[in-house]
């Protein structure tokens, strides 16, 4: 590789990376940290305004010194690199020297120090050297706590992460977006949980409260474009169904199944069907429900398979309580619109993809090429 500045191999770097050419971007990076040292101790006014964004304060780069300021900023990027392509040695290893220019530098206040443990002990739990990443997110305090929240979940210490998913569903629904945006995931998460532990009337009070605020909302802060379904109609909900709900009713009629909790599962799909008699129509033409977009955007096709995978737990636990007849009689009733509901998967299928899968599958590509180029190196 011919020699170059430090700014002109960041630079390079950094295209290489967009370009999802992961090895040179690598090489690139890795060129720059050599630069980083033997380059000047004072920063260039364009090498000042590249490192400027690292800190929030723009004073930090004068302080620390060109050489420091231009490494902790190579490797933040190289780290991310390493993040990107599941290179989980060479991310614990920018995080531990990332750490350590922290600790070197400890009156410049480069950034909250647990910004720094976090990343090493996501870099470590990646490894599987648990012990070391759990201490590490402790000590990062309560920065780190979506990370250890989801540290324990992922090894199934379920009991450690419900009072973390606790706490952030706590704090969420005090601060951000309109109604439950900010914090259905985390609802979503703490049911999981709670039905895992058995806990389910936890469960169910955390499914019914983020399904009564989703049918609070206004149409504008629930869904960035108009919805099909929830325009042109004064009753845009039965009961608790409505187009928002679809995708937690699924799970609330598995914990009411837990709890044998009959009559409420009956009125439940009784809702289901009016208001999908009254919204849906029985062959929705998917190409006209929002114009313009392809099938896989398509608002009334998402709530279709909403209710499609509705429908087929209902008939399940119709068979699962010895009520065959029932069951069948709900799937003849329904049988037009599974069968279009498979036809739209197939027509989903052949579709040629859309920018966020071919977006996803170039990344994908680029990392096993990644990963052979390093093989064969």
Same mark, same amino acid.
């Given at each position: 590789m011919r020699e170059m500045s430090w700014l002109e191999a960041l630079e390079n770097a950094r295209q290489a990376s967009r370009d999802l050419d992961y090895a040179r971007a690598e090489q690139l990076f890795l060129h720059a940290l050599a630069r980083a040292q033997e380059a000047s101790l004072d920063l260039t006014e364009a090498e000042k305004e590249v490192v400027g964004s690292t800190w929030l304060d723009p004073t930090v780069p004068q302080r620390l010194g060109g050489r420091v300021a231009r490494r902790i900023t190579t490797l933040e990027e190289l780290g991310w690199l390493y993040a990107t392509v599941d290179e989980f040695e060479g991310k614990e290893r920018t995080a531990r020297e990332l750490l350590a220019l922290y600790?070197?530098?400890?009156?410049?206040?480069?950034?909250?120090?647990?910004?720094?443990?976090?990343?090493?002990?996501?870099?470590?739990?990646?490894?599987?050297?648990?012990?070391?990443?759990?201490?590490?997110?402790?000590?990062?305090?309560?920065?780190?706590?979506?990370?250890?929240?989801?540290?324990?979940?992922?090894?199934?210490?379920?009991?450690?992460?419900?009072?973390?998913?606790?706490? /952030?569903?706590?704090? %969420?629904?005090?601060?951000?977006?309109?109604? !439950?945006?900010?914090?259905?995931?985390? =609802? @979503?998460?703490? +049911?999981? /949980?709670?039905?895992? %532990?058995?806990?389910?009337?936890?469960?169910? !009070?955390?499914?019914?409260?983020?399904? =009564? @605020?989703?049918? +609070?909302?206004?149409?504008?802060?629930?869904?960035?474009?108009?919805?099909?379904? !929830?325009?042109?109609?004064?009753?845009?909900? @039965?009961?608790?169904?409505?187009?928002?709900?679809?995708?937690?009713?699924?799970?609330?009629?598995?914990?009411?199944?837990?709890?044998?909790?009959?009559?409420?599962?009956?009125?439940?799909?009784?809702?289901?069907?009016?208001?999908?008699?009254?919204?849906i129509p029985e062959k929705p033409d998917l190409q006209t429900s929002v114009p313009g977009l392809p099938v896989r955007t398509s608002t009334l096709f998402r709530a279709s398979l909403n209710y499609h995978g509705f429908l087929r737990s209902f008939i399940a636990f119709l068979r699962q309580y010895a009520e065959p007849a029932t069951a069948d009689e709900v799937e003849q009733r329904f049988t037009t619109f599974f069968r279009e509901v498979a036809m739209y998967q197939e027509r989903l299928r052949l579709e040629p993809p859309g920018e966020e899968e071919r977006v996803t599958a170039a990344r994908t590509e680029a990392k096993l090429r990644y990963w052979e180029q390093k093989r064969q190196a």
């Open positions: 600790d070197a530098h400890p009156e410049q206040d480069l950034r909250d120090r647990s910004y720094y443990l976090s990343i090493l002990a996501s870099a470590l739990a990646d490894q599987g050297k648990d012990e070391e990443a759990e201490q590490l997110f402790l000590a990062a305090g309560p920065q780190a706590v979506h990370s250890l929240a989801g540290f324990y979940r992922r090894r199934g210490r379920l009991a450690e992460a419900e009072p973390l998913y606790q706490q /952030i569903l706590a704090r %969420q629904k005090t601060v951000g977006l309109p109604g !439950a945006l900010a914090w259905w995931k985390q =609802a @979503v998460e703490l +049911a999981n /949980i709670y039905y895992e %532990q058995g806990k389910l009337p936890e469960a169910e !009070a955390t499914l019914l409260d983020l399904i =009564a @605020v989703m049918n +609070a909302q206004h149409d504008s802060d629930a869904s960035p474009q108009p919805n099909p379904l !929830a325009i042109n109609h004064t009753a845009p909900r @039965v009961g608790i169904v409505s187009w928002r709900t679809w995708p937690y009713l699924r799970q609330l009629l598995t914990v009411w199944v837990a709890m044998g909790k009959l009559a409420e599962i009956r009125a439940l799909y009784d809702a289901g069907v009016r208001y999908m008699d009254h919204h």
